[in-house]
C-alpha cells in the first residue's frame, strides 16, 4: 500500500480542482460557441429512447413537437409514467427542439415521455403568441399522454432560461390554458431552470422586440400569477449566472411560492453557468459541475429509475 503524505495529498487535490475547474472552463466555452448544442447532439445515445417527430400540436408551422419515450423495459409501467413538456430557451428568438435531443434522451432513459414543442419566435411573433403556442403544446399532452403510456395525472411542464418562462406562465397564468378548456390544476408541477421571471423593465434588445418593450403589460410577468392554487415546483439556477439574475428571478419566485403555501424545492449550482445548467443534461458533459439529473428525477417520482441506472 502507498501511503502519501499530508503535502502530497493536498497537492493532488488542489491539481484536481484546477484541473477540474480547467475542464468546466473549457466546456462552457464549447458550449457557448460554434453550435454547441449540435456538437452534443451530435455525442448522445440513440438507442435510449423511441422517437416520434414532427407530431402537429396546432396548425401553424412551428406548431410541432417530437416525443421521446422509454424503452418498452424501461420502468416504470407504461401508464405509470410521468410526462414532461420541455421549453427550449433562446430569448424567444432563436431555438429549434431538434437541437435538444439531449434533454429528451436524459429524460426518457430514465423513464418519463418527453415532448420538445417548437413555438412562435420574435420578432415573427411576440407576445403572448409563444404563451399561447406553449399552452397548446401543453393541451395536446394532457389530452395524449395515455396514448403515449404517460399517466395523464402527472403531466409537468419544464423549461430552460426563456422556456423556463414559457413554462412559469403555463404552469402559474391560468389564462392560456384555459382558453383551451383546460386548467394548471391538472399539471402535476412545473420546473424552472434560470428561467426569468420578473424581468421588467426590459433590458436586452431581443427581449425588448419579444415582448413589444415599453408597451409590455405587467401581467406579462410570471411573479404576478403565484397563488395557492400554483403547482407544485422545482426550480434551479446557476448561483453565478449573469444573464438571467439567480436572486432576483429563482430566489423571488421561490420565495412568493413559500408564501403562498405552494410547495417548492430549489437547487443552486455553484459550478455550472445558465448555459451549462442545461448542458449538464447531455450524458456526454454530465460531469460538468451537477448532479443536475437527481433532483429532476426526484422531483418527477423517478428517483428509483435514476439509482438503478447508477447515474451521477
Not at 503535502?7 to 488542489?14: D, Q, T
Request: glycine residues 8%; contains cysteine; proline residues 9%.
Amino acid at each position: 500500500m502507498v501511503v502519501m503524505s499530508h503535502s502530497v495529498i493536498a497537492s493532488f487535490r488542489r491539481h484536481r480542482r484546477a484541473f477540474s475547474t480547467t475542464l468546466c472552463t473549457l466546456a462552457a466555452a464549447a458550449l457557448a460557441a460554434c453550435s454547441p448544442i449540435k456538437v452534443i447532439d451530435r455525442l448522445v445515445p440513440t438507442d435510449t429512447y423511441r422517437f416520434q417527430g414532427g407530431i402537429a400540436y396546432g396548425p401553424a408551422p412551428r406548431q410541432l413537437l417530437d416525443v421521446y419515450q422509454p424503452p418498452p423495459t424501461t420502468a416504470p409501467a407504461p401508464g405509470a409514467r410521468p410526462l414532461v413538456v420541455f421549453f427550449f430557451g433562446g430569448t424567444w428568438t432563436t431555438g429549434d427542439r431538434a437541437s435538444f435531443r439531449f434533454v429528451g434522451e436524459a429524460l426518457a432513459s430514465r423513464g418519463a415521455v418527453v415532448a420538445i414543442p417548437d413555438y412562435g419566435l420574435s420578432p415573427t411573433f411576440t407576445y403572448p403568441v409563444f404563451v399561447r403556442d406553449s399552452a397548446l403544446a401543453v393541451k395536446w399532452a394532457l389530452d395524449n399522454a395515455a396514448r403515449l403510456g404517460a399517466d395523464p395525472k402527472q403531466v409537468y411542464v419544464m423549461g430552460h432560461s426563456s422556456g423556463g418562462y414559457n413554462a412559469a406562465m403555463v404552469a402559474l397564468d391560468g389564462r392560456w390554458l384555459g382558453e383551451l378548456g383546460a386548467s394548471p390544476k391538472q399539471l402535476a408541477g412545473w420546473i424552472g431552470l434560470a428561467g426569468p421571471y420578473d424581468f421588467l423593465p426590459i433590458g436586452d434588445p431581443q427581449a425588448q422586440a419579444a415582448f413589444n418593450w415599453p408597451d409590455t403589460p405587467r401581467d406579462s410577468q410570471p411573479l404576478a400569477h403565484v397563488t395557492p392554487a400554483a403547482p407544485r415546483a422545482l426550480l434551479m439556477a446557476a448561483s453565478k449566472d449573469n444573464l438571467v439574475y439567480p436572486d432576483r428571478n429563482t430566489g423571488q419566485m421561490a420565495a412568493a411560492l413559500r408564501a403562498a403555501g405552494v410547495p417548492v424545492q430549489v437547487r443552486m449550482y455553484d459550478n455550472l453557468s445558465h448555459v451549462t445548467l442545461i448542458g449538464a443534461f447531455a450524458k456526454p458533459v454530465q460531469w460538468l459541475g451537477g448532479p443536475v439529473l437527481p433532483p429532476v428525477m426526484e422531483f418527477l417520482g423517478l428517483a428509483s429509475v435514476l439509482s438503478h441506472k447508477g447515474a451521477r
